[in-house]
């Protein structure tokens, strides 16, 4: 069992950065592909970034090639999301998830875990 935790969402102006954590329990935390993922009001879910076990594989999704860093640290058991040049476009509440498998990290449908989301607010 795997308990995530998200924070460091907030309201920031369009240029402004954000750092998104993801805290987890559990003690197989290195075990999980890690995503993040994102919704905006309307709009269906939509996969944002993922990186590999070890921390070696990082996937983005184009909107935000260039911006946003995804990585992690096993010994804290937490991933982040460095959120940089942000965009009104970017405001969704943002989630993060726990992949055991890894074998189709963009389909949030295979995730196992989930935390309870940050909302992110930019502002033109």
């Known amino acids: 069992q795997v308990q995530l935790v998200e924070s460091g969402g907030g309201l920031v102006q369009a240029g402004g950065s954000l750092r998104l954590s993801c805290a987890a329990s559990?003690?197989?935390?290195?075990?999980?592909?890690m995503g993040w993922f994102r919704q905006a009001p309307g709009k269906e879910r939509e996969f944002v970034a993922a990186?590999?076990?070890?921390?070696?594989?990082?996937y983005y999704t184009d909107s935000v090639k260039g911006r946003f860093t995804i990585s992690r640290d096993n010994a804290k058991k937490t991933a982040y999301l460095q959120m940089n040049s942000l965009k009104p476009e970017d405001t969704a509440v943002y989630y993060c998830?726990?992949?055991?498998?890894?074998?189709?990290?963009?389909?949030?449908?295979?995730?196992?875990?989930w935390g309870q989301g940050t909302q992110v607010t930019v502002s033109s």
């Open positions: 998830a726990a992949d055991l498998s890894g074998s189709d990290f963009y389909n949030g449908d295979t995730y196992d875990y």
């Open positions: 559990g003690r197989t935390f290195s075990s999980y592909f």
């Open positions: 990186i590999s076990w070890n921390g070696y594989g990082r």
